[in-house]
C-alpha cells in the first residue's frame, strides 16, 4: 500500500489536458494523481526497468516506484521523464506555480505509438497553439531611432525628402521567454516544436549561465503589453524630446510621429499617484488602443532576465470586473463602464473618469476613434523553456 499521499488530485484530463494539483484535497488519492500524470508523460520508447535507485528516496518517489512496478501500462516511460515528472510535484505551490504546471503538462501529450506517423504528427500539430500567446514586456531606454521615410510611409514630404523622423523601434526591445514544452517529449515532437517555433519567429538563446537554451521571441507590437513602472513613467514620455535636445541634433528640424503600440501598461500606483497619467499619455506621442492598469502588483514584479536581452516572462490575466470605453455622446467623450458585474474597482473607475475630463481633445487631435482602460493581474510564467546542453 502507498504512504499517506502528499499531494492528491484536483482536476484531470487525459487528452491534450493540464492538471489541476492542489494540497489537501480529498477528491482522489495521490496515487491515481500519480498514474494519471505518468501516463500524460509516457514516452513509450522501449521497456523500462523499475529500479528503486531510477527515483529520489522520497514519498513521491516511492509512490512512483510502486506504480511502476504494479502497472504494465506505463512501460516505455525514461529515467528522465521520471526524474522530470518529480521534481514538478515535489516542488509545486499552487497558488504560485498554476501557470507553469498547466503549460508543463498540456504539451505533454498521451500517444499510442501504434498510431501512423502521419497521425502522431498530425496530434503534435493539435498540441502546439495557433501562435505564442501575448506576453508583459518591460519598457527599455534607447528605442527611438532616426531615419528618413520612404516615398510610400505616412508623413512622407516630397518637397523636403531628406527630412529626418525619429520614431520608436520595437525590434530594440528585449525578447521575452516562450514555453514549448513539447521540444521535450521526444525526438518527433521536438522535430514538429522546431517547425513551430521557425514560424513564429521564436529562436533558441543560451541562458545567463551558458548551462541551458532558452526559447525567445521578439516583441510582437499587435499582441504584446508594454508595462511602463511607475519609477520609468517620466522617462517613457520624454525619452523622445531628450534626445532630440542632444548636441548631435542641435540646429536640426526633426519630426516625431505617433507610436502605436496598441497596449501598454502601468501599476495601479500610477494611477493613484498621477492622475493625469491620461492626458500625458496623449499629449507625447504614444497612442494605445488600450491601457492596461495592473492591479495589486505582485512584488517580484520586476525585470528580471533568463538570457543575454531576454526577459523572463510575464502575462496578464483579466480581472473581475469589466474595462472602461471611452466613447462619445452629444459631442462630449466620456469613459463608459462595459457590461459586467462590479467588481471592486470602483474607486479606480470614478478616478479615472473624474481624470478623463477634457481628455476628448488630445484623442480627437490624433484621431484615435478608440480607446479603453483595463484592470488587469500580473502572472509570472514559467516553463520547462530550457534544457541543460
Known sequence: MPKQPKFQLHEARTYRSFLLIRPDDPDLPALTMLREVLKVLQAGRGNFSPRRESFPDTQVGDLIFEIIAECNTLMGLTDAAVQCITQQIENWDYDKDMIRWEQFVEG?????????????????HGALPEKDSPALIFFKKGCWRRRRLSETEQGYDPTDPSHPHFYFDPELLDHVEVNVPL????????????????????SLRSSRNQQSLIFSRPFNSKHDVLYVPLDQWDGFLCEPYDQMFTPEWTGQSVSTYALELGFIAVPEAQVYSNPAVLHEMFEWPYRPAVLYVVLDSPPDLRLEYAGQNVQRRWEVRTCQGGSLFYTWKDGHGSFEEGASERSGHEVLYELIKEVSKGLGEGITLHNVRSFEVRPVCAVRYEGSTSSIL
Open 108 to 124: 505533454m501529450v498521451l500517444i499510442d505509438y501504434s498510431l501512423p506517423a502521419e497521425l502522431r504528427i498530425q496530434i503534435w
Open 183 to 202: 521540444f521535450f517529449v521526444n525526438r518527433e515532437a521536438r522535430r514538429i516544436a522546431l517547425a513551430w517555433c521557425h514560424e513564429q519567429g521564436i
